[in-house]
């Protein structure tokens, strides 16, 4: 019976966290758009997401990692964005979906929760500076991430073979906690790798 209750529970609420989680990043993804262009147009341009030097969207703008294939990040954010919130729209209407659909949205997940890190690596180690935008986008990944795998284990999309049950029973029990783990973990990273700027600070 609990079981069920927590697969009800997960599919009742996974719409409403993908729609909300995917209009914070689609906003993002907009913003970084706009000064983007604006930056094309006009290398003077400013953006408004310069903060300080650790904070600032305008020296990572001009990197090659804000490009994948010579197009902008930002337009993939677009795209995903907007498509996640067609699917959550979709699941609230009613609308179900087969398997391999769900494992297409798993795939487009997953590939956007490991590129998150990579850039999440090259923006702190490679570039030096974080674009606040951009930070925002990778935070809202992870959770899109995770529960997608969560609804995916729970309704049987993914079947793991025996010896990884007991790993997927332990995350579904402790999903939260996980989660907290591994934001406090990037934030750790931050907070050591630019504590020569937030020590300024205090």
Known sequence: MKKASEEWDLKRALPYVLIILATIGLIA????????????????????CNINPVLSCGSVMKTEQASLLGIPNTIFGLVGYTALITL????????????????GIQLGASVGVVFMHYLFFQ?????????????????ITIPIFWY????????????????WQK???????????????????????LLIKFWYYWSTLL
């Open 29 to 48: 993804s907009f913003a970084l758009t706009y000064d983007k262009i604006q930056v094309l147009k006009n290398p003077g341009y400013v953006p408004n």
């Open 88 to 103: 959550a729209v979709g699941m609230l209407a009613g609308a179900t979906y087969k398997r391999w659909f769900w494992l």
């Open 123 to 139: 923006g702190v180690f490679r570039i030096h500076a974080i674009c606040p935008y951009c930070f925002v986008v990778w935070m």
């Open 148 to 163: 997608t795998t969560m609804y995916n284990l729970r309704m049987g999309h993914i079947k793991l073979k025996a010896k």
């Open 167 to 189: 790993v997927g029973e332990f995350a579904q029990a402790h999903h939260g906690n996980m989660l907290i783990v591994w934001y406090a973990a990037i934030f750790a990273i």
